[in-house]
């Protein structure tokens, strides 16, 4: 099939095909006219990178991940590795995320929380005070 084609089922641009093509994740035959023939497994292809795309897994990931990637590798097993990694990656995201959305919330709370007659320049230097003493002791732990 041609490339508007392969677009139009997969709902890639065509340029995004010409990418991943560049990239090495799928190929081509090329005509006699110039223009890209591609089969029915390149549609499935492009449905995995766009899967785990989607999944959080970058080109270079899904290029190890591909089903011709590694033949004499255990398929089952490598699938389960990097998806069991990919989970742990976001919670370790989940985690600096709610570190990062706790303390913005202790910065909102210092800034509500201004004393009657205090300026502001003064009242963010109390707030940044009072987030260093705070990071402090988790410095020393960590």
């Not at 994740?25 to 023939?37: E, T």
């Not at 800034?111 to 940044?128: H, S, T, Y």
């Amino acid at each position: 099939m041609k490339i508007g084609e392969l677009a139009r089922r997969s709902g890639l641009t065509a340029s995004r095909i010409r990418f991943y093509e560049a990239s090495g994740l799928i190929s081509a035959q090329r005509l006699g006219n110039g223009y890209r023939d591609y089969d029915e497994q390149t549609l499935h292809r492009l449905e995995i990178i766009t899967c785990g795309q989607q999944a959080g897994f970058s080109l270079e990931e899904m290029r190890g991940l591909m089903p011709d990637a590694n033949p004499s590798a255990d398929r089952h097993s490598l699938l389960l590795e990097s998806l069991q990694r990919k989970v742990a990656e976001i919670d370790a995201m989940q985690q600096r995320l709610a570190n990062n959305r706790a303390q913005l919330l202790a910065i909102i709370a210092g800034i509500e929380g201004k004393p009657e007659g205090m300026g502001c320049e003064e009242n963010a230097q109390r707030v940044l005070a009072g987030l260093r003493e705070e990071a402090g002791p988790r410095r020393r732990m960590g």
